[in-house]
């Protein structure tokens, strides 16, 4: 059974940067094929992906973000690490990373963290 | 980055309705679209992944088709628990892009 949980701070101030935990069990990162995403919601809005690691350590960011995003996995902890640099309050939302199938989909979320940016 | 719009952005129905949300790619994605449904505060589900096959676990009255640049996701019989926001995405190419949503209701 595949599950993800995401971790990391509720609120961070502006120009800060924001690092987010993905823990997940049930497959693992070094597995040909497998990857990682991370999706964010602003509150009432829709989702935007970010960003997306594969097992192979190959990574691909959101054009729009990716001079400020960085993405790491560390197998032996099951973990997928996302950060982002020089927060401003539109960067408020709530987080999630999710499995990814080969196929593109993402078949399993972890519930989200809610991040605020304000001073 | 491809586009992806949803049609319409909110809708409301009656139990028992056969409800259609559509989405246009803004090019051709050949059949790598997917649908999730988020009820509020919840994380997405996947409701269908490739256009049309049906993800473990998800009542069949869920259906999707398409192909192309037009894709449909089609619930044959409204039910109260269908109360959500559904979204496609496209994963022909990276970066991955949502529509905008479409907001289900019941009448």
């Known amino acids: 059974q595949i599950t993800l949980r995401e971790s990391g701070p509720t609120l961070v101030k502006p120009t800060q940067t924001l690092t987010l935990t993905c823990t997940f069990s049930g497959f693992s990162l070094s597995t040909s094929g497998v990857s990682v995403g991370w999706i964010r919601q602003p509150p009432g809005k829709a989702l935007e992906w970010l960003a997306l690691?594969?097992?192979?350590?190959?990574?691909r960011f959101s054009p729009l973000l990716q001079s400020r995003l960085a993405i790491t996995k560390d197998t032996s902890k099951n973990q997928v690490v996302l950060t982002v640099t020089d927060v401003d309050p539109v960067d408020t939302a709530a987080y999630f990373c999710a499995h990814r199938r080969v196929s593109g989909a993402y078949d399993k979320w972890g519930q989200g963290t809610l991040v605020t940016v304000s001073s | 980055d491809i586009q992806m719009t949803q049609s319409p952005s909110s809708l409301s129905a009656s139990v028992g309705d056969r409800v259609t949300i559509t989405c246009r790619a803004s090019q051709p994605i050949s059949n790598y679209v997917n649908w999730y449904q988020q009820r509020p505060g919840r994380a997405p589900e996947l409701l269908i992944y490739v256009t049309s096959l049906l993800q473990s676990g998800i009542p069949s009255r869920f259906s999707g088709s398409g192909s192309g640049t037009d894709f449909t996701l089609t619930i044959s019989s409204l039910q109260p628990d269908d109360v959500a926001t559904y979204y496609c995405q496209q994963s022909y190419t990276n970066p991955s892009t949502f529509g905008q949503g479409t907001k289900l209701q019941i009448k």
């Open positions: 690691i594969y097992w192979d350590d190959e990574k």
